[in-house]
């Protein structure tokens, strides 16, 4: 009898391959009316936790969690001992994003007492946990890439601006410096929307711009004629107007409090305004829209949303230009300034050997020179091996000794495990090559998809077994949230699928298909049911095959 | 006792392994030339080695077979190795027999500056460097291009490596053009050592992502109207995929090229303009070629400013391959294409298809297309203006009539993302991408029917254009 309810609590925790509320609650339900098989309801769970694909294990804890915090004794007691290693074993293989909520989660169990008005899990543990997080730097703020390298250029903006300062003081140079660092503080602490994002983007490339012609011809007159980056001069004037404040705080971020005690200055100042933080973007672009340097198309009906559009400064920045001389100095700033900022020791020592080879390859000639007669040093050569010391002795490949490196050198470890794991199981890795991408998907591919540091584990992911024959009839696809593009193609025999639209799941949904199996929840690439259950037909055909001729062989 | 999940399935065999020992002293190089009938098998015992620039594992065995290469110690390193026949190998005659010899003169010191400068471009703009590598005929530029593809990856960058040399399939089969991002290390034991792209299971190495492009002819001579056209189509997919992939844009692009030994032939001029143009190069890099270093610099005089033009010396290393030695090569990777290497069998499929109903088209040799031009009646050019689209088409493809044994018997068939429709494809066949590429082994001429390869097991995608190429080959 109890046999039965444990396989069938083993079926449908198999199911829980996504994030659902209804299996999870059924789950604790079934939990909470069992106790007498409660140990073995949690090596199941823990087993499961263990065993499932990277980016499934979450919603395994997740039920878990559920059913301490609802039925508490005695799963809670049976789990105490290894909630550490359950919790960071699910850690390691989350993205940030992920990761976060995690922490979120730790600190539900901190608050959490049992009916019984216990806490949830002993103190030690989670005690033990919160320093785990805490060293791997979590909670993080996660800001996208193209942000983050908005923010590396903002940072080898600000040396040059120090250095203008220091040499030529003006209260116009001063105030840009002061908006830099503000951008750069706003930019590290919030996520700004696309559009914000390239209109800063663009803005920033044209100070650059500026700044590096200005510097090589001093003199007014010889300014080039005027680039767009003059022409939203008068606007970052305004938007300094709004950021002096802080300036003479010491760079603090402005609080209201302190206010009244700097502000001393004559009284005909009308007080600043106080302007949270997001408002220096928005001022920010609002400045560019006003300059023309962004376009913004709206309807003229109230409540539309407006397009805005970049448009391009007709003369680009260009650092090969004539002022190479000037430019190189500068890489130089930029480069030593740089490498101080939150940058891993690796990328500091690179940054340090290239340095010394911007110096040596100035011009045309010197470069020549360098590449023929240079003799590498060991600090340049260790760039390439012992600067990165934990070489995989299966592979060869090698990582830097730092938590990021040896993060990734564990998941590394882990992946050859579970590939020759894979590979030595009979018949367990009959594979083919796949038809190529169209130019379409493949300018849209991001290659970290391949590799074993890729938090959906996708490409490692087995068909399950008992997927081998699919039934036709209910089965579709719902379009992935985000997608606009309705038509798709069966990967097997090309064939176009037009997504209809399902009443019963309220969903676009592509008929008579599954998700290719091993594939991401949002991934577009779908199979005819048919087409499967035929090319999966052909393929044990053929594993028949090739074992008989094994067999011919020995 | 063996650990669950690591037993590697490979049985090295210790004694073997330490009957011959090499050591390669500090930035020496291993020359050695295998034959295709050898397996040669070998393990890093000690110190740092590596092939073009991929670093070898130590104490793991590893094999190699029909190949001509270098094995470089960047530190004093030591290895085993021994040679077994390979019983399958079908070519007895005409094979070499292995050899080596260790130099210490070798033009590593010149990449490893050139690799340090590139770095320091992808720090100095917003944008990675565009190099373009040129040179003469085995002069190295592939060996170089997986060199700086694979320190590139070692300083953390993953740039995209584009092959616009049709003689060799580079992540794909001859007669093709590619570009994929770098993102992984080569596999140096898969042929011409790039390794494996995508497949429907697990491999032991992360594959790698190409778009790949028609071309159909191993020389780009054949047809160059059509060579260039791909070539300018790949750099249109190669640049909207940085503008759309920073990390890869950070990292830049490496072009490998066909050989091209000076400007004299105006032909080759036009050609390196294009790939400048398109691919928006901004670095050049010469293989010991002085004089081709001359004529580029003074080509690309007015644009001194945004190119550098970069000579590097010829590598003692590189040897002449022979028409035969070039050709087992090339079926050997279309055999890997099909059956991948032995880390990563792959399975293809056979099936028989009905040649009815196939829109089957062909490569167009530029000579063949003259001198049917030539024949043309006079005053034929009416007829050329009336039916623009497809005659577009005429001197790139053209439809394969009377498909049969004659003409598709053991050969390769493209198949090409576009959908056929009852109209002529016109320009869009030029501008699609290959899906992939099956084997034709056999027509039954009486019936109507082929025996045809496919890389998965599955349906046939009979509805796309298939483009027939000159590229014969034999299961
Ligand atoms: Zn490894
Ligand atoms: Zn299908």
């Known amino acids: ?554 | 006792m063996s650990l669950p999940g690591f037993e590697s399935g490979i049985i090295i065999d210790e004694q073997q392994i330490q009957k011959h020992i090499i050591t390669i002293p500090i930035g020496s190089e291993w020359r050695i030339e295998i034959p295709f009938k050898s397996f040669f098998k070998f393990k890093v015992i000690s110190g740092i080695a590596e092939i073009n620039g991929t670093e070898l594992p130590n104490n793991t065995e590893l094999q190699l077979s029909g190949t001509k290469l270098a094995i470089y110690s960047p530190k004093t390193s030591q290895i085993g190795y021994f040679l077994v026949d390979n019983k399958d190998s079908i070519y007895d005659n005409g094979d070499n027999e292995f050899s080596e010899y260790l130099s210490n003169e070798t033009n590593m010191s010149s990449i490893i500056n050139l690799s340090m400068f590139i770095e320091s471009r992808r720090q100095l703009n917003k944008s990675g460097p565009r190099i373009l590598i040129v040179g003469g005929k085995f002069s190295g530029k592939s060996s170089l291009a997986k060199i700086l593809s694979s320190y590139s990856l070692k300083l953390n960058n993953s740039p995209i490596l584009v092959n616009l040399n049709p003689r060799d399939g580079v992540f794909s089969l001859p007669g093709s053009l590619t570009a994929t991002p770098i993102s992984d290390s080569f596999d140096i034991e898969a042929f011409n050592g790039y390794g494996l792209t995508t497949t429907t299971g697990t491999s032991r190495q992360n594959p790698k992502q190409p778009i790949v492009k028609n071309y159909g002819f191993t020389n780009y001579k054949d047809n160059l109207d059509l060579y260039k056209y791909q070539v300018s189509r790949l750099a249109v997919s190669v640049l909207s995929r940085l503008e759309n992939d920073p990390s890869v844009n950070k990292s830049g692009i490496i072009i490998d090229t066909p050989p091209i030994n000076n400007l004299k032939n105006k032909d080759d001029v036009s050609l390196i303009e294009t790939i400048i143009t398109d691919f928006q190069i901004d670095i050049v890099v010469v293989i010991g070629n002085e004089k081709l270093t001359l004529d580029l610099k003074n080509k690309f005089k007015h644009k001194k400013d945004s190119i550098n033009i970069i000579k590097i010396n010829k590598s003692q290393g590189c040897v002449e391959l022979s028409d035969r030695f070039i050709r087992m090569a090339q079926e050997q990777s279309i055999k890997e294409y099909f059956h991948g290497t032995y880390k990563n069998r792959l399975s293809p499929f056979k099936i028989d298809i009905d040649l009815e109903g196939l829109k089957l088209y062909k490569f167009v040799l530029t000579k063949d297309f003259l001198s049917t031009m030539s024949f043309l009646p006079a005053g034929d050019e009416e007829t050329e203006n009336t039916n623009n689209e497809e005659n577009i088409l005429d001197k790139y493809y053209q439809i394969l009539e009377d498909p049969s044994s004659s003409n598709l018997e053991n050969s390769l068939i493209t198949i090409t993302h576009l959908e056929a429709t009852n109209n002529s494809p016109g320009k869009d066949l030029l501008d699609t991408s290959v899906l992939g590429f099956v084997h034709i082994s056999k027509v039954d001429d009486e019936k109507k029917k082929i025996k045809v390869l496919l890389p998965f097991p599955g349906v046939f995608p009979k509805n796309n254009y298939l483009i027939s190429t000159n590229i014969g080959y034999s299961e």
Not at chain 1, 466 to 485: A, R
């Open chain 1, 1 to 554: 009898m109890s046999n039965d309810l444990i396989r069938q609590y083993e079926t449908k925790l198999n199911q829980l391959t996504f994030n659902s509320r209804p299996i999870i609650d059924e789950l604790t339900i079934v939990a909470k009316d069992n106790p007498i098989i409660a140990d073995q309801i949690v090596d199941l769970i823990k087993n499961r936790i263990y065993k499932a694909v990277p980016d499934q294990k979450l919603f395994i804890l997740y039920l878990l969690d559920s059913i301490c915090k609802t039925v508490g004794n005695p799963y809670n007691i049976f789990i105490a001992d290894e909630v550490y290693d359950l919790y960071t074993h699910v850690f390691q293989f989350l993205n940030d994003t992920l990761r976060n909520k995690m922490v979120n989660l730790l600190n539900t169990w901190k608050e959490m007492k049992t009916i019984s008005n216990d806490p949830l899990f002993p103190e030690e543990e989670l005690a033990k946990i919160e320093e785990f997080i805490k060293k791997a730097g979590y909670p993080k703020n996660i800001i996208p890439e193209a942000q983050q390298l908005l923010i590396n250029d903002i940072t080898q903006i600000i040396p040059i601006f120090e250095n203008k300062i220091k040499t030529n003081p003006t209260p116009k140079l001063q105030e840009r410096y002061t908006a830099l660092g503000q951008l750069k503080t706003m930019l590290s602490n919030q996520v700004i929307t696309p559009a914000e994002l390239a209109a800063v983007q663009n803005h920033l490339h044209n100070i650059k711009q500026q700044e590096l012609r200005n510097s090589n011809t001093p003199t007014p007159a010889a300014t080039p004629a005027p680039t767009p980056a003059q022409v939203t001069q008068p606007p970052i004037q305004v938007q300094v107007a709004q950021v002096v404040e802080p300036q003479r705080q010491a760079s603090l971020p402005p609080k209201p409090q302190s206010r009244p005690q700097t502000n001393s200055g004559p009284p005909s100042l009308p007080p600043v305004p106080q302007i949270p933080k997001i408002n220096i973007a928005i001022g920010l672009f609002n400045d560019l829209l006003l300059s023309g340097l962004v376009k913004k198309d709206q309807e003229p009906i109230p409540g539309s949303k407006p397009t805005y559009s970049l448009v391009f400064p007709e003369t680009k920045y260009s650092p090969m230009s004539n002022n190479e001389e000037v430019s190189i100095s500068q890489l130089e700033d930029i480069l030593l300034a740089s490498s101080g900022v939150a940058r891993s020791e690796y990328e500091k020592l690179k940054f340090g050997e290239i340095l010394t080879i911007s110096k040596k390859t100035k011009t045309n000639d010197q470069l020549q020179q360098f590449i023929n007669s240079n003799k590498p040093s060991s600090s340049m050569i260790n760039l390439l091996y012992e600067d990165k010391p934990k070489k995989c002795p299966t592979c060869g490949k090698r990582f830097t000794d730092d938590t990021d490196g040896l993060t990734k050198h564990r998941l590394h470890f882990d992946w050859h495990f579970r590939i020759n794991k894979k590979i030595s199981t009979k018949g367990g890795n009959i594979q083919s090559r796949n038809w190529y991408l169209d130019d379409y998907d493949w300018v849209h591919f991001k290659d970290e998809n391949l590799l074993e540091f890729s938090t959906t584990e996708t490409i490692m992911a087995t068909p399950e077994v008992e997927m081998n024959v699919t039934q036709p009839g209910s089965q579709y696809v719902v379009v992935p949230p985000n997608d606009t593009n309705m038509i798709n193609r069966c990967v097997i025999c090309r064939e176009q699928v037009k997504a209809t639209y399902n009443d019963e799941v309220g969903e676009w949904c592509w008929l008579d298909c599954i998700r290719v199996p091993g594939e991401p929840k949002n991934s577009r690439k779908i199979v005819h049911i048919s087409c499967f259950n035929e090319s999966n037909k052909k393929r044990s055909a053929e594993t028949e095959l090739n074992t008989n001729v094994k067999r011919e062989k020995l």
